[in-house]
């Protein structure tokens, strides 16, 4: 079972920038592709970006050209980059194992308001 632990939310104003993190722990060989989900107030849940194990990437068009999804496979970390932030981003941010029936994070809280 993969522990997935975000870190990195906070408050930041519109056009700013904030760099979430998911830290995996335990099994988690065969990974094959992590997801950052997103769920604003009265929102269903919606997946903002995911990434393979060989690099592709792909976004919602929503956050097309203002977010970056990568990893850091020596740390077993992913990152989802987020610029140009807009109050219609905020939301609780989740990484989710893409495989069927995958751990979910915690969520962490990004809240975009001046």
């Known amino acids: 079972q993969v522990q997935l632990v975000e870190s990195g939310g906070g408050l930041v104003q519109p056009g700013g920038s904030l760099r979430l993190s998911c830290a995996a722990s335990?099994?988690?060989?065969?990974?094959?592709?992590m997801g950052w989900y997103r769920q604003g107030p009265g929102k269903q849940r919606e997946l903002v970006a995911s990434i393979t194990s060989s690099g592709t990437t792909t976004y919602a068009d929503s956050v097309k050209g203002r977010f970056t999804i990568s990893r850091d496979n020596a740390k077993n970390t992913w990152y989802l980059q987020m610029y140009s932030l807009k109050p219609e981003d905020t939301a609780v941010y989740y990484c989710?194992?893409?495989?069927?029936?995958?751990?979910w994070g915690q969520g962490t809280q990004v809240t975009v308001s001046s």
């Open positions: 989710k194992d893409l495989r069927p029936g995958g751990s």
């Open positions: 335990g099994s988690f060989f065969g990974i094959y592709a």
